[in-house]
C-alpha cells in the first residue's frame, strides 16, 4: 500500500516549485500584517518615565542692603571776635582752697637736701678734689702654682709584693747550723721599716722558729731598695718581709 502511494504518479518538478512559491508568499503576507497592525503600547507608562523632573524650588530672596546714612561733617571755627564794648562786670573764677598742694618731684645732686639749698649743694662740691686720681682697676689675679701636698708624718704602708719589687741589693740568710741539725725549716715573717734612702732601719718579728730568727734579721739589714717616691720626694715606708729556710 505504501509503495503504491509512493510509487504511483511522480511529481513534476514545476509543480513543486510553484508550491513552494506560494507558500512562501502566504508566509510573508502573513509576516507583513502582524507588523503593520501590531497594537500601540500602553502612553500612560512611558510618559510617566519620560517626563522630565521639575526644576528645584527657588531659594530665599538676598537680604535687602543696609542704607547708610551719609554724616555731613561738621566745621568748628575757632575765631576770636572782638566785642564792641567792654562789658560793666566781668565774672572771677577762683581755684578751690581746699585741694591738695601737688607734690613737686625732687631735683637736686648727691649730698644736698631734698629743697637743694645753695649750702647743700657747695658742700657737695667743696667734697671733691680733681687733684686725686682715680683709683687703679683691679689687677688680673695669676693663678698661683698649686703647692704640693705636705710629706706625711709617719711612714708610708706598702705592700710586700710592691715592695720587693724595689730590692736592689739583697744578702741570703745563713743557715744556722743547729737548726740544720735539729732539721728545723719554716719561714720567718718581720715587720720592717725602710727609711727614705732606701735601708732598712727597724725590724720587729711577727713569726717564725726562734733558731732561724736572727739569721733572718742579721740578713734583712743588709738589703737595700730604691727609693718610694710620692710627689716627687722620697717617704719612708713600712712593709713586711718573709725569709723562708729550706733544707737541702
Partial sequence: MFEQSVTGSPRKPWSFAVSLLAQTAVLALLLAGTLMYTPLLPAARFSAVLLEPPPPPPGPPPPPPEHSVAVKPQVFTAELVMPDKIPDKVAIVQDPTDAAPIAQPYVGVPGSDQNGSRDSVIGAFSTFNPTVAPPKPPQPQVAKKPEPPPAPSGPVKVSAGVQAARLIHRVEPV??????????????????????????????????????????????????YRPTMLSGRAVPVTTEIEVNFVLR
Fill in 175 to 224: 743557715y744556722p747550723p743547729l737548726a740544720k741539725q735539729a732539721r728545723i725549716s719554716g719561714p720567718v715573717r718581720l715587720r720592717a721599716v725602710i727609711a727614705a734612702g732606701g735601708t732598712v732601719e727597724y725590724l720587729q718579728v711577727v713569726s717564725g722558729h726562734p733558731l732561724l730568727i736572727n739569721a733572718a734579721v742579721d740578713a734583712i739589714k743588709q738589703w737595700r
